[in-house]
Antibody, heavy 120, light 110 residues
């Protein structure tokens, strides 16, 4: 059974960089068959796709966030990470890491999510 | 404003049937597979339907999906109070080169 677990600071100051890590168990990121993704959900609102990374290091980002987002993979730790720069209050959200199946057309596993608040 | 349009809310009585629409365009729904997700209160979303109509193992056949033209539809029959949740459609948008979600629909079982 694949499991994903988000970790990182729960409080980030405005203008700083939000950094989260997703630890994957039950599957190897280096197997190369899946897309590894970040998705967020502001309190009381809908889901927003941030982006994903494919094993070949190809990345795809939400155009509205592209200038501030970086998703990377650490195969030695079986983890992938999100960096979101220059954050503001609008970036306050529950951040989910997730796995897309090999077709890239659906998410088959989600992390439990972690609330990150942007505030001074 | 979401690229995929869903009704904000739907409601029906226990045992009844409900449908949730997801309206898009030729750059997303028409040419790419649609998936649906259920988000129970306070939890992460889970996969309900993929590749327009397929159900993952463990999802009852009360849940169904279809696609026609620029729209996709999620159907739920034999409604139960445990079905109260937010439902999201999602697909790839070829023009944006990005994944897009619908705005979500809250289902209330009266």
């Amino acid at each position: 059974q694949v499991q994903l677990q988000e970790s990182g600071p729960r409080l980030v100051k405005p203008s700083q960089t939000l950094s989260l890590t997703c630890s994957v168990s039950g599957d190897s990121i280096s197997s190369g068959d899946y897309y590894w993704s970040w998705i967020r959900q502001p309190p009381g609102k809908g889901l927003e796709w941030i982006g994903y990374i494919y094993y070949s290091r190809s990345t795809y980002y939400n155009p509205s966030l592209k200038s501030r987002v970086d998703i990377t993979v650490d195969t030695s730790k079986n983890q992938f990470s999100l960096n979101l720069s220059s954050v503001n209050a609008a970036d306050t959200a529950v951040y989910y890491c997730a796995r897309y199946d090999s077709s890239g057309y659906h998410i088959d596993y989600w992390g439990q999510g972690t609330l990150v608040t942007v505030s001074s | 404003q979401s690229v995929l349009t869903q009704p904000p809310s739907v409601s029906a009585a226990p045992g009844q049937k409900v449908t949730i629409s997801c309206s898009g365009s030729s750059s997303n729904i028409v040419n790419n597979y649609v998936s649906w997700y259920q988000q129970l209160p306070g939890t992460a979303p889970t996969l309900l339907i993929y590749d327009n109509y397929k159900r993952p193992s463990g999802i009852p056949d009360r849940f169904s999906g279809s696609r026609s033209g620029t729209s996709a539809t999620l159907g739920i029959t034999g409604l139960q109070t445990g079905d109260e949740a937010d439902y999201y459609c999602g697909t790839w948008d070829s023009s944006l080169s990005a994944w897009v979600f619908g705005g979500g629909t809250t289902l209330t079982v009266l």
